[in-house]
Protein backbone atom coordinates (compact mmCIF):
# COMPACT_ATOMS: atom_id res chain seq x y z
CA UNK A 1 0.00 0.00 0.00
CA UNK A 2 1.49 3.29 -0.98
CA UNK A 3 0.18 7.03 -1.32
CA UNK A 4 -0.59 8.48 -4.54
CA UNK A 5 -0.65 12.21 -5.76
CA UNK A 6 -3.16 13.10 -8.82
CA UNK A 7 -4.58 16.29 -10.33
CA UNK A 8 -7.34 17.16 -12.01
CA UNK A 9 -8.53 20.25 -14.08
CA UNK A 10 -11.73 22.47 -13.37
CA UNK A 11 -11.98 25.55 -15.48
CA UNK A 12 -14.07 27.95 -13.35
CA UNK A 13 -16.41 30.47 -15.69
CA UNK A 14 -16.55 33.75 -14.28
CA UNK A 15 -20.65 35.25 -14.29
CA UNK A 16 -19.17 38.74 -15.56
CA UNK A 17 -16.26 39.82 -17.16
CA UNK A 18 -13.68 40.67 -13.94
CA UNK A 19 -12.40 43.98 -14.28
CA UNK A 20 -9.00 45.02 -12.96
CA UNK A 21 -7.08 47.84 -13.73
CA UNK A 22 -4.62 44.46 -15.08
CA UNK A 23 -7.61 43.55 -17.63
CA UNK A 24 -10.59 41.24 -18.06
CA UNK A 25 -11.04 37.32 -16.61
CA UNK A 26 -13.79 35.27 -17.82
CA UNK A 27 -12.43 31.70 -16.67
CA UNK A 28 -9.93 30.86 -14.15
CA UNK A 29 -8.09 26.92 -14.45
CA UNK A 30 -7.69 25.52 -10.66
CA UNK A 31 -5.53 22.56 -10.41
CA UNK A 32 -7.01 20.16 -7.49
CA UNK A 33 -4.15 18.08 -6.08
CA UNK A 34 -5.74 14.62 -4.18
CA UNK A 35 -3.40 12.92 -2.17
CA UNK A 36 -4.67 9.65 -0.78
CA UNK A 37 -3.36 5.84 -0.31
CA UNK A 38 -4.14 3.48 -3.15
CA UNK A 39 -6.00 0.94 -1.24
CA UNK A 40 -8.12 3.49 0.35
CA UNK A 41 -9.04 6.22 -1.47
CA UNK A 42 -11.91 7.20 0.50
CA UNK A 43 -9.76 9.28 2.80
CA UNK A 44 -8.21 12.21 0.40
CA UNK A 45 -6.49 15.20 1.42
CA UNK A 46 -7.62 18.32 -1.09
CA UNK A 47 -5.66 20.96 -2.60
CA UNK A 48 -6.32 24.01 -4.98
CA UNK A 49 -3.45 25.01 -7.33
CA UNK A 50 -4.89 28.44 -8.94
CA UNK A 51 -1.88 30.69 -10.22
CA UNK A 52 -3.49 33.96 -11.80
CA UNK A 53 -2.79 35.32 -15.16
CA UNK A 54 -0.90 38.57 -14.95
CA UNK A 55 -0.43 38.05 -11.21
CA UNK A 56 1.09 34.91 -9.97
CA UNK A 57 5.05 34.35 -10.69
CA UNK A 58 4.17 30.97 -11.43
CA UNK A 59 1.33 31.29 -13.99
CA UNK A 60 3.56 29.85 -17.36
CA UNK A 61 2.59 27.54 -20.30
CA UNK A 62 4.08 24.73 -18.36
CA UNK A 63 2.62 24.81 -15.27
CA UNK A 64 0.65 22.15 -15.90
CA UNK A 65 3.49 20.13 -16.89
CA UNK A 66 5.10 21.15 -13.74
CA UNK A 67 1.93 19.40 -11.62
CA UNK A 68 2.15 15.90 -13.68
CA UNK A 69 5.66 15.59 -13.41
CA UNK A 70 5.42 16.86 -9.33
CA UNK A 71 2.74 14.02 -9.07
CA UNK A 72 4.93 11.13 -11.36
CA UNK A 73 7.89 11.55 -9.26
CA UNK A 74 5.96 11.97 -5.83
CA UNK A 75 4.20 8.48 -6.45
CA UNK A 76 7.39 6.63 -7.52
CA UNK A 77 8.80 6.96 -4.41
CA UNK A 78 5.80 4.31 -3.32
CA UNK A 79 5.73 5.65 0.46
CA UNK A 80 3.67 3.89 2.41
CA UNK A 81 3.94 5.93 5.56
CA UNK A 82 1.97 9.20 5.36
CA UNK A 83 4.80 10.82 7.73
CA UNK A 84 7.14 9.63 5.14
CA UNK A 85 5.49 11.07 2.20
CA UNK A 86 4.78 14.40 4.20
CA UNK A 87 8.30 14.87 4.96
CA UNK A 88 9.07 14.21 0.62
CA UNK A 89 7.01 16.70 -0.14
CA UNK A 90 7.77 19.36 2.61
CA UNK A 91 11.35 18.88 1.28
CA UNK A 92 11.09 19.80 -2.05
CA UNK A 93 11.83 23.03 -3.50
CA UNK A 94 9.00 25.20 -5.42
CA UNK A 95 9.87 28.77 -4.64
CA UNK A 96 8.91 29.33 -8.35
CA UNK A 97 5.51 27.61 -7.76
CA UNK A 98 3.97 29.28 -5.25
CA UNK A 99 0.38 28.07 -5.82
CA UNK A 100 1.26 24.34 -6.06
CA UNK A 101 3.05 24.85 -2.67
CA UNK A 102 -0.14 26.07 -1.27
CA UNK A 103 -1.99 22.95 -2.88
CA UNK A 104 0.10 20.12 -1.38
CA UNK A 105 0.15 22.00 1.66
CA UNK A 106 -3.55 22.07 2.31
CA UNK A 107 -3.95 18.40 0.94
CA UNK A 108 -1.29 16.91 3.65
CA UNK A 109 -3.48 18.92 6.28
CA UNK A 110 -7.21 17.61 5.13
CA UNK A 111 -5.65 14.21 4.84
CA UNK A 112 -3.79 14.04 8.22
CA UNK A 113 -7.57 15.21 9.41
CA UNK A 114 -9.19 12.47 7.67
CA UNK A 115 -9.67 13.66 4.60
CA UNK A 116 -13.36 15.42 5.51
CA UNK A 117 -11.90 19.06 3.90
CA UNK A 118 -11.49 20.18 7.68
CA UNK A 119 -8.19 21.95 7.69
CA UNK A 120 -7.75 23.35 11.21
CA UNK A 121 -10.70 22.90 14.26
CA UNK A 122 -11.80 26.19 15.15
CA UNK A 123 -15.13 27.70 16.36
CA UNK A 124 -15.75 28.96 12.78
CA UNK A 125 -15.29 24.52 11.12
CA UNK A 126 -17.64 23.98 14.14
CA UNK A 127 -20.15 26.44 12.82
CA UNK A 128 -19.74 28.41 16.17
CA UNK A 129 -18.48 31.69 14.83
CA UNK A 130 -18.34 33.17 11.26
CA UNK A 131 -15.28 35.70 9.99
CA UNK A 132 -16.38 39.09 9.43
CA UNK A 133 -15.65 40.19 5.58
CA UNK A 134 -15.63 42.27 3.25
CA UNK A 135 -17.95 43.40 0.46
CA UNK A 136 -15.88 43.13 -3.22
CA UNK A 137 -17.41 45.88 -5.67
CA UNK A 138 -15.85 44.97 -9.23
CA UNK A 139 -14.79 47.65 -11.90
CA UNK A 140 -17.17 47.89 -14.52
CA UNK A 141 -18.82 51.23 -16.04
CA UNK A 142 -20.63 53.67 -13.16
CA UNK A 143 -24.04 51.60 -13.55
CA UNK A 144 -22.52 48.06 -13.19
CA UNK A 145 -20.14 49.25 -10.16
CA UNK A 146 -23.42 51.51 -8.46
CA UNK A 147 -25.72 48.10 -8.66
CA UNK A 148 -22.88 46.35 -6.92
CA UNK A 149 -22.56 48.95 -3.70
CA UNK A 150 -26.38 49.34 -3.38
CA UNK A 151 -26.54 45.24 -3.06
CA UNK A 152 -24.12 44.85 -0.76
CA UNK A 153 -25.16 47.92 1.44
CA UNK A 154 -28.78 45.87 1.44
CA UNK A 155 -27.06 42.45 2.32
CA UNK A 156 -25.80 44.08 5.21
CA UNK A 157 -21.95 44.06 4.33
CA UNK A 158 -20.14 47.37 7.02
CA UNK A 159 -16.98 47.16 4.65
CA UNK A 160 -16.85 47.63 1.12
CA UNK A 161 -13.76 46.98 -1.22
CA UNK A 162 -13.82 49.04 -4.25
CA UNK A 163 -11.37 48.29 -7.14
CA UNK A 164 -10.44 51.98 -8.48
CA UNK A 165 -8.02 52.87 -11.63
CA UNK A 166 -10.17 51.94 -14.21
CA UNK A 167 -12.40 54.61 -14.89
CA UNK A 168 -11.96 57.79 -15.39
CA UNK A 169 -10.79 59.75 -11.86
CA UNK A 170 -13.47 61.98 -11.11
CA UNK A 171 -16.14 59.48 -11.91
CA UNK A 172 -14.72 57.47 -9.64
CA UNK A 173 -14.82 59.98 -7.10
CA UNK A 174 -18.58 60.98 -7.69
CA UNK A 175 -19.30 57.44 -6.71
CA UNK A 176 -17.08 57.19 -3.62
CA UNK A 177 -19.37 60.81 -2.73
CA UNK A 178 -22.55 58.61 -3.57
CA UNK A 179 -21.61 56.06 -1.00
CA UNK A 180 -21.20 58.04 0.96
CA UNK A 181 -23.79 59.93 1.02
CA UNK A 182 -25.79 56.53 1.36
CA UNK A 183 -23.60 55.60 4.56
CA UNK A 184 -21.37 57.24 6.94
CA UNK A 185 -17.67 56.61 8.10
CA UNK A 186 -19.25 55.34 11.52
CA UNK A 187 -21.68 53.10 9.30
CA UNK A 188 -19.65 52.05 6.66
CA UNK A 189 -15.68 51.28 6.24
CA UNK A 190 -14.41 51.52 2.98
CA UNK A 191 -11.56 49.98 0.92
CA UNK A 192 -9.71 51.14 -2.33
CA UNK A 193 -7.65 48.81 -4.25
CA UNK A 194 -5.79 50.47 -7.22
CA UNK A 195 -3.80 47.60 -8.61
CA UNK A 196 -0.99 49.64 -8.94
CA UNK A 197 -2.57 52.43 -11.17
CA UNK A 198 -1.48 55.23 -9.85
CA UNK A 199 1.94 56.68 -11.26
CA UNK A 200 4.59 57.76 -8.55
CA UNK A 201 4.01 61.69 -9.56
CA UNK A 202 0.06 61.51 -9.02
CA UNK A 203 -0.55 59.30 -6.45
CA UNK A 204 -0.66 61.39 -3.03
CA UNK A 205 -2.47 64.15 -5.29
CA UNK A 206 -5.01 61.60 -5.65
CA UNK A 207 -4.73 60.16 -2.16
CA UNK A 208 -5.14 63.38 -0.53
CA UNK A 209 -8.39 63.81 -2.74
CA UNK A 210 -9.97 60.06 -2.24
CA UNK A 211 -9.07 60.79 1.50
CA UNK A 212 -12.01 63.50 1.73
CA UNK A 213 -14.06 60.28 2.15
CA UNK A 214 -13.02 58.66 5.09
CA UNK A 215 -10.82 55.77 3.38
CA UNK A 216 -9.84 52.62 5.35
CA UNK A 217 -6.83 52.09 3.07
CA UNK A 218 -6.07 51.98 -0.46
CA UNK A 219 -4.17 48.43 -1.81
CA UNK A 220 -0.82 49.05 -4.46
CA UNK A 221 -1.19 52.41 -5.11
CA UNK A 222 1.80 52.18 -7.81
CA UNK A 223 3.12 49.23 -9.23
CA UNK A 224 5.17 47.10 -7.22
CA UNK A 225 9.33 47.19 -7.04
CA UNK A 226 9.21 50.73 -6.91
CA UNK A 227 10.66 50.70 -2.67
CA UNK A 228 11.68 54.47 -2.72
CA UNK A 229 8.43 55.61 -4.31
CA UNK A 230 6.59 53.90 -2.04
CA UNK A 231 8.17 54.44 1.26
CA UNK A 232 7.38 58.32 0.40
CA UNK A 233 3.77 57.25 -0.33
CA UNK A 234 3.37 55.21 2.97
CA UNK A 235 4.93 58.24 5.09
CA UNK A 236 3.12 60.77 3.66
CA UNK A 237 -0.15 59.55 2.34
CA UNK A 238 -3.20 60.67 4.42
CA UNK A 239 -4.96 57.33 3.77
CA UNK A 240 -3.33 53.94 5.13
CA UNK A 241 -1.35 52.10 2.62
CA UNK A 242 -1.93 48.07 1.80
CA UNK A 243 1.11 46.00 0.23
CA UNK A 244 -0.78 43.57 -1.95
CA UNK A 245 1.22 42.73 -5.28
CA UNK A 246 4.30 44.13 -3.52
CA UNK A 247 4.61 40.72 -1.18
CA UNK A 248 4.32 38.76 -4.93
CA UNK A 249 7.99 36.85 -5.64
CA UNK A 250 9.57 38.13 -2.25
CA UNK A 251 10.36 34.35 -0.58
CA UNK A 252 13.36 34.88 1.41
CA UNK A 253 13.15 35.96 4.93
CA UNK A 254 16.05 38.67 4.48
CA UNK A 255 14.11 40.11 1.56
CA UNK A 256 11.11 40.59 3.19
CA UNK A 257 12.33 42.25 6.19
CA UNK A 258 14.56 44.69 4.18
CA UNK A 259 10.99 45.62 1.89
CA UNK A 260 9.02 46.01 5.49
CA UNK A 261 11.57 47.81 7.30
CA UNK A 262 12.32 50.58 4.19
CA UNK A 263 8.55 51.13 3.08
CA UNK A 264 7.00 50.89 6.36
CA UNK A 265 3.32 50.26 5.10
CA UNK A 266 -0.13 50.80 7.06
CA UNK A 267 -1.42 46.96 6.22
CA UNK A 268 -0.39 44.18 4.09
CA UNK A 269 -2.30 41.36 2.54
CA UNK A 270 -1.80 38.07 2.35
CA UNK A 271 -2.81 35.84 -0.33
CA UNK A 272 -1.69 32.37 0.08
CA UNK A 273 -1.89 30.90 -3.36
CA UNK A 274 0.50 34.19 -3.91
CA UNK A 275 2.87 33.68 -1.38
CA UNK A 276 3.61 30.25 -0.85
CA UNK A 277 0.72 28.76 1.64
CA UNK A 278 -0.51 29.12 4.82
CA UNK A 279 2.74 28.76 6.49
CA UNK A 280 4.80 31.25 4.53
CA UNK A 281 1.68 33.87 5.34
CA UNK A 282 2.05 33.21 8.86
CA UNK A 283 5.49 34.11 8.37
CA UNK A 284 4.38 37.32 6.89
CA UNK A 285 2.11 38.11 9.56
CA UNK A 286 4.74 37.62 12.29
CA UNK A 287 7.20 39.79 10.82
CA UNK A 288 4.38 42.53 10.18
CA UNK A 289 3.31 42.32 14.05
CA UNK A 290 6.52 42.87 15.17
CA UNK A 291 6.91 46.18 13.67
CA UNK A 292 2.94 47.31 14.61
CA UNK A 293 1.96 46.44 10.61
CA UNK A 294 -1.79 45.82 10.78
CA UNK A 295 -2.55 42.68 7.51
CA UNK A 296 -5.49 40.65 6.53
CA UNK A 297 -6.15 37.63 4.69
CA UNK A 298 -7.36 37.58 0.73
CA UNK A 299 -8.72 34.72 -1.06
CA UNK A 300 -7.22 35.12 -4.82
CA UNK A 301 -9.97 34.13 -7.29
CA UNK A 302 -9.67 30.29 -5.77
CA UNK A 303 -12.77 27.91 -5.61
CA UNK A 304 -14.31 26.99 -3.20
CA UNK A 305 -11.72 24.33 -2.46
CA UNK A 306 -9.33 27.07 -1.77
CA UNK A 307 -11.43 29.64 -0.29
CA UNK A 308 -12.02 26.64 2.06
CA UNK A 309 -8.60 26.31 3.42
CA UNK A 310 -7.61 29.83 3.73
CA UNK A 311 -10.73 30.66 5.58
CA UNK A 312 -10.01 27.77 8.00
CA UNK A 313 -6.46 29.11 8.30
CA UNK A 314 -7.48 32.80 8.86
CA UNK A 315 -10.19 31.41 11.52
CA UNK A 316 -7.49 30.50 13.72
CA UNK A 317 -6.49 34.15 14.54
CA UNK A 318 -8.93 36.25 17.05
CA UNK A 319 -10.35 39.89 16.76
CA UNK A 320 -10.50 39.85 13.14
CA UNK A 321 -11.04 43.11 11.00
CA UNK A 322 -12.85 41.97 8.00
CA UNK A 323 -11.04 39.18 5.64
CA UNK A 324 -11.23 39.44 1.57
CA UNK A 325 -13.00 36.03 1.48
CA UNK A 326 -16.29 36.66 -0.31
CA UNK A 327 -15.11 35.46 -3.75
CA UNK A 328 -16.59 32.21 -3.89
CA UNK A 329 -19.61 33.59 -5.15
CA UNK A 330 -17.99 34.72 -8.12
CA UNK A 331 -18.32 31.55 -10.53
CA UNK A 332 -21.07 29.55 -12.91
CA UNK A 333 -19.35 26.14 -11.53
CA UNK A 334 -17.66 26.33 -8.05
CA UNK A 335 -17.61 23.63 -5.85
CA UNK A 336 -20.69 23.40 -3.89
CA UNK A 337 -19.44 23.22 -0.31
CA UNK A 338 -20.52 24.45 2.92
CA UNK A 339 -19.45 27.97 2.91
CA UNK A 340 -21.91 30.73 2.98
CA UNK A 341 -22.55 34.56 3.36
CA UNK A 342 -24.62 35.96 5.66
CA UNK A 343 -24.99 40.00 6.17
CA UNK A 344 -21.50 40.19 5.89
CA UNK A 345 -20.21 37.49 7.51
CA UNK A 346 -18.60 34.07 5.60
CA UNK A 347 -20.06 31.36 7.88
CA UNK A 348 -19.00 27.02 7.36
CA UNK A 349 -22.44 25.67 7.54
CA UNK A 350 -21.89 22.22 8.33
CA UNK A 351 -25.35 20.80 7.47
CA UNK A 352 -24.64 21.39 3.45
CA UNK A 353 -21.74 19.47 2.35
CA UNK A 354 -19.34 19.24 0.01
CA UNK A 355 -20.07 18.10 -3.52
CA UNK A 356 -18.89 15.11 -4.42
CA UNK A 357 -18.37 14.64 -8.08
CA UNK A 358 -16.09 17.18 -9.83
CA UNK A 359 -15.23 16.97 -12.90
CA UNK A 360 -14.15 20.40 -15.52
Not at 73 to 95: G, M, Y
Not at 226 to 234: H, P, T
Not at 314 to 332: C, M
Amino acid sequence: MAFQLLFSRHNLQFKFDARTSRGSLTSHTAYYMKLSETKNPEITGWGEAAPLEGLSVDFRPDFEAKVEAFCQTFNAQKHSVFSDAESWIREQELQELPALKFALETALFDYKNGGRKIIFDTDFTRDEAGIPINGLVWMGDEKFMQQQINQKLEQGYTCLKLKIGGLDFETELKMLASVREMASPEKLQIRLDANGAFSPKEALEKLGRLSEFSIHSLEQPIKPNQYAAMQKICAESPVPIALDEELIGVMEPAAQEKMLDQIRPQFIILKPTLVGGLEASKKWIDLAEKRNIGWWITSALESNIGLNAIAQFTSTFSDLIPQGLGTGQLYHNNIASPLLIEKGYLFYRKNLGWQTEISD
